[in-house]
């Protein structure tokens, strides 16, 4: 049963707008997300983080928003750019965790 | 100039035949932790290790033994158990399990 969710496999954006990839998880015990990004045929990279007590965290063109209720985050990348094309790994872990739990990845194409 | 390798970039195996995957890091990290990624799917956890000469495993050990004998090295090694070890792995560290994680290059493994 996947604990971190991430719906959409694929998303296709022009250059320039704004990417908006989701994360879903269940459980409540997360208290910690993080997102990587990963091209093809490397590690993925730490791109952005936030901790539960917060329901924004900004780092240059990228924010994550977090809406405990709903169990949501997403991340939001402005303005687009042809090199943000990769998947993008949302994980969440906990205090209470002993490990990093990673959705399946969203594959972003920015289109020029 | 702090960082985390993998070696070899590309492995190939033979039928019956154990391979060991190497993992290097000098960031000073307590964990480190082994994921498959195979194609079109997200990351799963093959071992972790919280601290030297102890580790646990994650949701896909079977076929696969670690050793930590060392802080700065977590070797994978694929044992002829696991029957469909063709995928790219991946190594990473943190300061702790809970903390941000960082990656390797990968290794590639291909069976002939």
């Known amino acids: 049963d996947q604990q971190v969710k991430q719906n959409s496999p694929s998303l296709s954006v022009q250059e320039g707008r704004i990417s908006i990839l989701n994360c879903d998880y269940t459980?409540?015990?997360?208290?910690?997300f993080l997102w990587y990004k990963k091209y093809p045929a490397e590690g993925p990279t730490f791109l952005i983080s936030?901790?539960?007590?917060?329901d924004k965290n900004e780092d240059g063109r990228f924010t994550v928003f977090l809406n405990k209720s709903a169990k949501h985050l997403s991340l939001h990348i402005v303005p687009s750019q042809p090199g943000d094309s990769a998947v993008y790994f949302c994980a969440a872990s906990g205090t209470s965790y002993d490990k990093v739990i990673f959705g399946p990845g969203t594959s972003l194409s920015v289109i020029p | 100039d702090g960082g985390i390798t993998q070696s070899p970039k590309y492995l190939f195996r033979k039928e019956g035949q154990n391979v060991t995957l190497s993992c290097e890091q000098n960031?000073?990290?307590?964990?480190m932790y082994w994921y498959r990624q195979d194609p079109g799917q997200g990351l799963r956890l093959i071992y972790y290790?919280?601290?030297?000469?102890?580790?646990q495993k994650g949701d896909i050990a079977e076929g696969y033994s670690v050793s930590r004998e060392k802080k700065e090295s977590f070797p994978l090694t694929v044992t002829s158990a696991q029957k469909n070890p063709t995928a790219f792995y991946l190594c990473?560290?943190?300061?702790?399990?809970?903390?941000?994680?960082?990656f390797g290059p990968g290794t590639r493994l291909l069976v002939l």
């Open positions: 990473a560290s943190s300061t702790q399990v809970q903390e941000t994680q960082y």
């Open positions: 459980n409540s015990m997360f208290d910690y």
């Open positions: 936030i901790s539960s007590i917060k």
């Open positions: 290790s919280q601290i030297v000469n102890d580790f």
């Open positions: 960031l000073n990290h307590d964990a």
